[in-house]
């Protein structure tokens, strides 16, 4: 049997045995006990050209992005990628090599990191910022386990309308270690955090209090007014967009002081949820309690600059059960994405970006008001995802919407458990005029 | 090299979007709200960019530009074929919240996925959402946490990890909330069975082992522990960062192990990608499936495929959404070309390399136990002391031959380690010259061992300054 993988001959493994000094390939598992005696139940080796063959029809069986319109969000984006950026990404040099441990032959992704870094802490108005997490839902989980590291405070209060995956994240993660969890409710009119709340149930204990910007229903959650009604001795974590820090002013300038994030939306493809990669930035004096690997610059003998990973005994490779997180890989490959990304957006490109899926979500909410179809839910102030009580199922409407080629707004009840007949709609500058128009009236009609 | 930052010229721009084509909106929240001051991100040219990441690309060393045998890492050959099938836009253009009817593809790919996996490691249930190794650790430790409460075991506090343990074991353990056991290992390299079963106390929740463990070496008491661990009802973890030893040869779950969880970026040869992202699925026995995180894809009567949310036992999630899925598309594409016989193969043919590279570096170098290894194994370097070189030295010679050093001062029971682990996919005569490599340098430390203070010679940047990254902390750059 040939293997395009496997590079031996039959001669060499035999010379190789004999090097040992064994007969057969067998003789290397002697001291192994419960040997299987058959072969593994699965199918046999197979060519490239037939594998190709298998995942080409496989993949024909998904409804992808290329040849449907899409009006749904709630965490994962369908924003433009420059051709470059997967081109460029896709190089073999950062996508075989392995996490930068002997920094000398590593200088690619260590810089790339630090410049990652970099942008992170632009973007989000932070100091500092790891080299990135598994995700956004883990992000924010760990998040919670450092304010109470830094606090010595075990109560922290997640808004009820952050992300619901991401607070059953933070659940898990929160369980075996006492945290106690509270949810704040939101403003059933505005959408926004409800401060009577917060203040009902902040105390002595609360180690931080976590709000997300935009929050899951679209709503732009007000964090200055909500940091003026937190002590400041507690912390407050942000869960942010990052392109709509492209248009909001940045959480470090309002007083947080941690902001974590999903990234996907910084030019990885949507990848049915994974990965894209969690962002982690906050202020300088927590950095030794933060999770991560994260990246320094230093010089080398002859005092040409370099990177290299620094404190590393917050680590578990160095610390074990002390580290501030058991995190090994992360998610490098999704920050280079995003990085050149973000090279090509520039100062002025990220800031275009989110103006258009401000203008292009409003517009679509306005079209849909005017079909007299669609309720409004909430009146607080939205970026590019809102939330309108239809008059039909919201499962009707999308099978409907599907036939026309387009993947309709979220059915909010499948994923909340409540907002029954409630849809969430999301725009980005990818959705067209003509698109939004086109199912405002199919939508008008069809109702 | 510059930053890309410093590339910068203010007005330069390499993106264009189409002109807007709806009206204005008003911006109708509060001024305080609204970016004063946009983010210093780089003003740059298409070419700009594409220069400065394919430059960045250059100073990597990597899988394809040389010998990489970082042991415990698993840097075998990333077929290309893995990242074709992955930008399908069948499976990259497509969004988690779709309706399951409109992604049977991407569902029955992780349905088999999960079959395949299960069919490697002899369990009984998987779940494909942790992202990387590390956090398979933690799911399996938080499922056997929950598992052992609901069973009435409420004191079980305690996790036994070997003191040959890769560092996210207790790191795992301890995020899950048990306190952590070492045991030792005895003078074979193997967990010393009295010292394990001195802790061996009511307290212990499970025992996480790696096998073959981190010296390369089975573990060939394993159904004795397996017994010791079951016995006082604390289930047995099993740390799949060395499963490419055994593929088709030996399971986990034959093996008596009741949690496992996979690298399907190390064995299953999806590309490292500088750390990540990875996938860390993990397989249970029946026992345990109830309380793995939720969804699991299933298949209906009739043939179609669903996630599986009504699992009131599940520990939660432990990320959104499914998992790194296009980490499970190369994985899948692997499995499909490799097959059971491929897989087999691979395991055997890694097993032989490392032991070549072993018994050929035996003649000039200690190793940590004469015994037959696995897929890797250990060199003690304590000799090059007497020649005032230390492995880092050693090492950082390696890297003006264009090779890879191993993974060094790992495991911590071997004094200067470096752990060797070739993986399958190297040629006979990348591992003759390699040998020859180590053997050259060995004269170097006993002729010039200034020289290996000195090295490495040819890399982009020499030795670096570690201390001083740490004292003069600089963790971003400084714009303007």
């Given at each position: 049997m040939d293997y395009p993988f496997l590079p031996h001959t039959e001669e060499e493994i035999g010379q190789m045995l004999e090097s040992i000094g064994l007969k057969q390939i067998d003789d290397l598992y002697s001291?192994?006990?419960?040997?299987?005696?058959?072969?593994?139940?699965?199918?046999?080796?197979?060519?490239?050209?037939?594998?190709?063959?298998?995942?080409?029809?496989?993949?024909?069986?998904?409804?992808?992005?290329?040849?449907?319109?899409?009006?749904?969000?709630?965490?994962?984006?369908?924003?433009?990628?420059?051709?470059?950026?997967?081109?460029?990404?896709?190089?073999?040099?950062?996508l075989t090599a392995y996490t930068p441990y002997q920094a000398e032959v590593s200088q690619g992704t260590l810089q790339m990191l630090f410049e990652y870094q970099t942008m992170i802490c632009e973007i989000t108005g932070m100091e500092v910022a790891n080299s990135s997490m598994y995700d956004g839902a883990s992000a924010m989980a760990e998040s919670v386990l450092m304010a109470q590291r830094v606090t010595k405070k075990d109560k922290v209060l997640i808004c009820d309308t952050v992300h619901p995956e991401y607070i059953q994240v933070t659940r898990t993660y929160t369980e075996p270690v006492n945290t106690v969890l509270e949810l704040l409710k939101h403003d059933s009119k505005t959408g926004q955090a409800d401060l009577q709340d917060l203040k009902a149930k902040i105390d002595d204990s609360t180690a931080a209090v976590v709000v997300q910007y935009t929050n899951f229903y679209g709503v732009i959650e007000d964090i200055k007014t909500l940091r003026e009604n937190i002590p400041s001795h507690i912390l407050l974590i942000v869960v942010a967009n990052p392109i709509s820090l492209g248009m909001l002013q940045a959480p470090g300038k309002l007083g947080a002081d941690i902001v974590v994030g999903e990234g996907q939306c910084l030019g990885n493809n949507c990848n049915f949820g994974g990965p894209g990669f969690g962002f982690f930035a906050s202020k300088h004096s927590y950095i030794r309690q933060m999770p991560g690997r994260i990246i320094g610059e230093t010089l080398d003998r002859e005092g040409k600059r370099?990177?290299?990973?620094?404190?590393?005994?917050?680590?578990?490779?160095?610390?074990?059960?002390?580290?501030?997180?058991?995190?090994?890989?992360?998610?490098?490959?999704?920050?280079?994405?995003?990085?050149?990304?973000?090279?090509?957006?520039?100062?002025?490109?990220?800031?275009?970006?989110?103006?258009?899926?401000?203008?292009?979500?409003?517009y679509l909410a306005e079209k849909l008001m005017?079909?007299?179809?669609?309720?409004?839910?909430?009146?607080?102030?939205?970026?590019n995802e809102f939330v309108l009580k239809s008059s039909v199922p919201v499962g009707i409407m999308n099978q409907k919407l599907l036939e026309q080629k387009y993947i309709g707004p979220l059915n909010l009840e499948k994923v909340t458990g409540r907002d029954k007949d409630c849809a969430l709609f999301c725009a980005t500058e990818m959705t067209k005029k003509e698109e939004i128009d086109y199912i405002t009236s199919f939508l008008e009609a069809m109702i | 090299?510059?930053?890309?930052?410093?590339?910068?010229?203010?007005?330069?721009?390499?993106?264009?979007?189409?002109?807007?084509?709806?009206?204005?909106?008003?911006?109708?929240?509060?001024?305080?709200?609204?970016?004063?001051?946009?983010?210093?991100?780089?003003?740059?040219?298409?070419?700009?960019?594409?220069?400065?990441?394919?430059?960045?690309?250059?100073?990597?060393?990597?899988?394809?530009?040389?010998?990489?045998?970082?042991?415990?890492?698993?840097?075998?050959?990333?077929?290309?074929?893995?990242?074709?099938?992955?930008?399908?836009?069948?499976?990259?253009?497509?969004?988690?919240?779709?309706?399951?009817?409109?992604?049977?593809g991407a569902l029955e790919l992780m349905y088999n996925l999960q079959q395949s996996l299960c069919e490697i490691t002899g369990m009984d249930a998987i779940t494909l959402q942790p992202a990387a190794g590390a956090h398979g650790e933690l799911t399996g430790m938080l499922i056997i946490r929950k598992y052992l409460l609901d069973k009435g075991?409420?004191?079980?506090?305690?996790?036994?990890?070997?003191?040959?343990?890769?560092?996210?074991?207790?790191?795992?353990?301890?995020?899950?909330?048990?306190?952590?056991?070492?045991?030792?290992?005895?003078?074979?390299?193997?967990?010393?069975?009295?010292?394990?079963?001195?802790?061996?106390?009511?307290?212990?929740?499970a025992i996480m082992l790696t096998n073959p463990n981190t010296l390369g070496i089975f573990e060939k008491n394993i159904c004795e522990i397996q017994k010791i661990a079951h016995e006082k009802n604390a289930l047995l973890y099993y740390d799949g960062a060395n499963l490419n030893a055994i593929m088709g040869k030996v399971r986990p779950g034959d093996m008596g192990f009741d949690v496992v969880h996979l690298n399907l970026h190390k064995t299953f040869s999806t590309p490292h990608g500088m750390g990540g992202p990875g996938s860390g699925p993990v397989g249970v026995k029946k026992h345990l499936s109830p309380y793995l995180p939720k969804p699991v894809v299933e298949m209906d009567i009739d043939g179609r495929y669903y996630f599986?949310?009504?699992?009131?036992?599940?520990?939660?999630?432990?990320?959104?959404?499914?998992?790194?899925?296009?980490?499970?598309?190369?994985?899948?594409?692997?499995?499909?070309?490799?097959?059971?016989?491929?897989?087999?193969?691979?395991?055997?043919?890694?097993?032989?390399?490392?032991?070549?590279?072993?018994?050929?570096?035996?003649?000039?170098?200690?190793?940590?136990?004469?015994?037959?290894?696995?897929?890797?194994?250990?060199?003690?370097?304590?000799?090059?002391?007497?020649?005032?070189?230390?492995?880092?030295?050693?090492?950082?010679?390696?890297?003006?031959?264009?090779?890879?050093?191993?993974?060094?001062?790992?495991?911590?029971?071997?004094?200067?380690?470096?752990?060797?682990?070739?993986?399958?996919?190297?040629?006979?005569?990348?591992?003759?010259?390699?040998?020859?490599?180590?053997?050259?340098?060995?004269?170097?430390?006993?002729?010039?061992p200034q020289k290996l203070h000195d090295a490495p010679f040819n890399t982009p940047v020499r030795r670096l300054d570690e201390t001083k990254a740490t004292k003069d902390l600089k963790v971003r750059y400084s714009i303007k």
């Open positions: 001291d192994v006990p419960v040997l299987l005696k058959e072969e593994l139940s699965m199918a046999p080796s197979k060519s490239e050209m037939q594998v190709r063959e298998i995942m080409k029809e496989l993949s024909c069986r998904n409804i992808s992005l290329d040849d449907y319109g899409i009006f749904r969000g709630a965490g994962v984006y369908n924003h433009y990628i420059p051709s470059a950026v997967y081109q460029l990404a896709s190089k073999r040099g950062f370099g990177f290299v990973m620094v404190l590393q005994t917050r680590e578990q490779h160095i610390r074990r059960e002390k580290a501030t997180s058991n995190i090994c890989s992360n998610q490098a490959h999704n920050t280079l994405i995003a990085s050149i990304y973000l090279s090509f957006l520039g100062k002025s490109g990220l800031k275009e970006v989110a103006y258009q899926c401000y203008h292009k979500a409003h005017e079909s007299e179809k669609f309720e409004p839910v909430f009146s607080g102030p939205f970026f | 090299m510059k930053f890309i930052f410093e590339h910068s010229v203010e007005g330069k721009k390499a993106f264009r979007l189409e002109e807007l084509d709806v009206p204005l909106s008003q911006i109708d929240f509060p001024q305080y709200l609204l970016r004063d001051v946009p983010p210093e991100l780089p003003q740059v040219s298409e070419l700009d960019i594409v220069r400065h990441y394919t430059q960045l690309e250059k100073l990597n060393h990597s899988v394809d530009s040389g010998f990489y045998p970082l042991g415990s890492c698993t840097m075998k050959y990333n077929p290309f074929i893995n990242d074709e099938t992955a930008s399908y836009a069948g499976f990259s253009k497509i969004h988690p919240y779709e309706e399951e009817d409109s992604v049977q075991f409420t004191n079980k506090t305690k996790v036994i990890v070997p003191d040959s343990a890769h560092g996210t074991n207790p790191a795992s353990a301890k995020m899950a909330g048990f306190d952590i056991v070492q045991v030792k290992s005895d003078e074979h390299g193997l967990v010393d069975i009295q010292d394990l079963k001195m802790n061996m106390t009511d307290e212990v929740a599986n949310n009504d699992m009131p036992l599940s520990i939660g999630k432990v990320r959104s959404f499914y998992g790194n899925f296009s980490v499970m598309v190369r994985a899948y594409t692997y499995i499909l070309m490799m097959g059971k016989d491929g897989l087999r193969r691979a395991s055997e043919l890694a097993v032989l390399n490392a032991n070549y590279m072993r018994v050929k570096l035996s003649k000039s170098f200690k190793i940590s136990h004469e015994n037959i290894c696995k897929h890797e194994f250990v060199i003690n370097g304590s000799a090059l002391k007497e020649y005032g070189v230390k492995t880092l030295d050693f090492v950082k010679m390696l890297l003006d031959n264009g090779i890879h050093p191993p993974t060094v001062y790992f495991p911590l029971i071997v004094e200067e380690a470096m752990m060797i682990e070739p993986t399958e996919t190297e040629n006979k005569e990348t591992l003759d010259n390699t040998i020859k490599v180590f053997e050259d340098i060995l004269k170097v430390a006993k002729t010039d």
